[in-house]
């Protein structure tokens, strides 16, 4: 089981950029959980759409920011368990911009499923559709 010259190294290399793309996605992730329950609670109370476009756009950004962090962390990111409840997530919000008199019920399911997809099991976040298992 011998180690090639510089895999040491490299291994070193990737967990400190691991540790900074850990970081800046709980930043991130903490930010978009804030803004989202401002939006959450504005649909709850019936808050008129215009009063709270703000708080909407940055949920936006910083949603998109999470998904380019997912991305930048696996390649595979996407067409794995993680990545498709983010494109369900990102449909629900397609239905909501069509439907937005159904802001409260549909960010209901959003908001439950991005609590079940951050904290699906690892060999369910990882599992891959196009390799049929789990691909770190």
């Known amino acids: 089981m011998g180690h090639k010259e510089g895999d040491t190294e490299k291994r070193d290399e990737t967990k400190r950029r691991s540790g900074y793309a850990k970081a800046a996605g709980a930043l991130v ?35 998109i ?23 369900v997530h990102v449909a629900l919000i397609g239905v909501l911009h069509a439907r937005q008199e159904l802001a409260a019920p549909l960010l209901t399911v959003i908001l439950a499923l991005g609590g079940i997809g951050s904290n699906m099991p690892g060999s369910l976040r990882h599992w891959s559709i196009l390799h049929g298992r789990r691909v770190d």
């Open 29 to 63: 992730r903490t930010c978009h959980i804030g803004i989202t329950a401002i939006l959450f609670g504005g649909a709850v109370l019936a808050v008129p759409v215009p009063n709270f476009m703000t708080w909407h756009n940055w949920a936006i950004a910083s949603g």
């Open 65 to 87: 920011a999470l998904i380019l962090l997912g991305v930048y962390q696996s390649r595979h990111w996407p067409y794995q368990g993680r990545g498709l409840m983010a494109a």
